[in-house]
């Protein structure tokens, strides 16, 4: 009998996992992320298999059922956040020709102000995307649930979260 679990992402979950965080903001991906030559879910992948930056497996949790992905969710301690960002921006650097990135970074700065900078002590959520065929009372609570038992030690004072 199939069984829903929750886990963190690993590089094999690559091909599943990118529709997902691209599905979990679509229009805003296209924004920043898309141009002639590359994709946002050719940007996502790479940063996916990096594993260390804001779309980082490391920083992934996902929710599978009969070992397919259904559901994702990324989150962190807001500490990590410059830490997340840095590997995210050489990612964008090594994809994009040098206008383009200047370009692909101007639009990141009118959007500025629309996303909190994480504090320090508060767990930070974003990206999350469940299968519409799963959108049902206990896949998303798993995740945040995750989210919550990988970061208590640290002690999050709260919670912050994007929400598109």
Do not use: W
Not at 121 to 150: C, H, M, W
């Amino acid at each position: 009998m199939a069984k829903l679990y929750f886990r963190k992402a690993k590089p094999s979950d690559c091909e599943q996992v990118i529709p997902f965080i691209y599905g979990a903001a679509t229009d805003l991906f296209d924004f920043v992320l898309k141009s002639e030559h590359i994709s946002p879910e050719e940007f996502i992948k790479q940063d996916f298999l990096k594993g260390i930056g804001i779309f980082g497996h490391r920083s992934l949790y996902v929710a599978t059922y009969d070992e397919k992905v259904v559901g994702t969710l990324t989150f962190y301690p807001g500490a990590s956040y410059t830490k997340l960002t840095v590997p995210t921006l050489f990612t964008m650097m090594s994809m994009f020709k040098f206008k383009q990135y200047i370009k692909q970074l101007k639009k990141l700065y009118t959007l500025n102000h629309l996303f909190l900078r994480p504090s320090k002590d508060a767990l930070y959520i974003a990206n999350g995307y469940i299968d519409p065929d799963f959108r049902k009372p206990g896949v998303f609570s798993g995740l945040i649930t995750q989210a919550e038992d990988g970061i208590r030690d640290r002690s999050p004072s709260r919670g912050l979260g994007d929400v598109y």
